[in-house]
């Protein structure tokens, strides 16, 4: 696997990962894990970080081409 197909891959998995977050805050499902409720700002803050790395991955996918 080269460079530009890890990006791609990194990119595509971190961004599928916030749209599940983004849809989480928009229906305002509620996430349970045991006896613990996760609050909406988890599901935030997870948005924000995904986000960023998805748009990193994918402009290192980018530069590795040469556009």
Known sequence: M???TY???SGL???IVALVH???IINQFEVVIGTW???MVV???G???TGILSY???TLMCKEKGV
């Open 56 to 58: 990193c991955g994918f």
């Open 47 to 49: 948005f924000i970080a």
């Open 22 to 24: 983004l849809l989480r």
């Open 7 to 9: 990006f791609f891959i």
């Open 2 to 4: 080269n460079k530009r």
């Open 13 to 15: 998995v971190f961004a």
């Open 43 to 45: 599901s935030w803050i």
């Open 37 to 39: 409720s996760a609050p």
